[in-house]
């Protein structure tokens, strides 16, 4: 993990070309530092997480079959419904609040 403000962060989004100002979704960097590196962003990040979970949250993976304006369209949806429901922070929470997450993040 990697919060969007971070120097790591501010690197990937310059060389995927990612607009600075668009920072209100997920995005999931797939395999980081390998040829193959690629980025997803919206529902395309959310659902290949889901598939590398597993279980239960991999069968809400079979949504894809929906155009992806349609997914991101009820992604938009629900990130606004999650801001008004926890807030809007201009920095990441969890590091702030919790020591023991540090080391799960790139700094």
Known sequence: YTPLQSQI???LLIKYKVNSDELDTVY???NPHLESE???????AIFYVL?????FWWFLSGLRVFPRCVLNFFYD?????RY??????????????S???KNR???
């Open 77 to 81: 949806r629900i990130a606004s419904f």
């Open 99 to 101: 020591p023991e997450w």
């Open 84 to 97: 008004r429901v926890f807030g809007k922070t201009e920095s990441c929470a969890v590091l702030a609040t």
């Open 105 to 107: 993040f790139l700094q």
């Open 51 to 55: 598939r590398e979970i597993g279980g």
């Open 9 to 11: 962060s501010k690197s």
């Open 28 to 30: 999931l960097v797939v």
């Open 38 to 44: 690629y980025l997803l962003q919206k529902s395309d």
